[in-house]
């Protein structure tokens, strides 16, 4: 039993080491109680991931306030913006909407709103 235990605790320490926590603008992601949250993925050069940006009606005087980051500070980058839709169930959100956005003359990018449960 105690070494079931033992293993359980080293596991779970690892485990916590590895998590990151999510935030924009420097707030968490557990810590918004907006009603309703818009975000969008922003595809980087020569890679498959996506950047997301996350607006809730925070001031924020430029994009890079509202990409999702670690608690270093990094960008985080997701697989697509549905990971991050997925993820977003834990902070208590579901997909409320799906819109298109112009984004320059030729192009449009997704716009997913998010409804607190």
Same mark, same amino acid.
């Given at each position: 039993?105690?070494?079931?235990?033992? %293993?359980? $605790?080293?596991?779970? =320490?690892?485990?916590?080491? =590895?998590?990151?926590? &999510? $935030? !924009?603008?420097?707030?968490?992601?557990?810590?918004?109680?907006?009603?309703?949250? &818009? !975000?969008? +993925?922003?595809?980087?050069?020569?890679?498959?991931?996506?950047?997301? %940006?996350?607006?809730?009606? &925070?001031?924020?005087?430029?994009?890079?306030? $509202?990409?999702?980051?670690?608690?270093? +500070?990094?960008?985080?980058?997701?697989?697509?913006?549905?990971?991050? !839709?997925?993820?977003?169930?834990?902070? +208590?959100?579901?997909?409320?909407? !799906?819109?298109?956005? &112009?984004?320059?003359?030729?192009?449009?990018?997704?716009?997913?709103?998010?409804?607190?449960?």
């Amino acid at each position: 039993m105690k070494k079931l235990m033992m %293993s359980a $605790t080293i596991v779970a =320490c690892f485990a916590l080491k =590895c998590a990151k926590a &999510q $935030t !924009v603008n420097g707030i968490r992601l557990s810590e918004i109680r907006s009603d309703y949250i &818009q !975000v969008k +993925g922003i595809n980087r050069a020569f890679s498959d991931k996506v950047l997301v %940006s996350l607006e809730y009606g &925070q001031n924020a005087p430029n994009l890079d306030n $509202t990409y999702i980051k670690d608690d270093d +500070g990094k960008k985080m980058e997701f697989n697509s913006i549905i990971e991050f !839709v997925n993820k977003s169930k834990a902070y +208590g959100y579901n997909l409320f909407n !799906v819109f298109s956005e &112009q984004n320059g003359k030729d192009s449009s990018i997704a716009v997913y709103v998010l409804k607190r449960k």
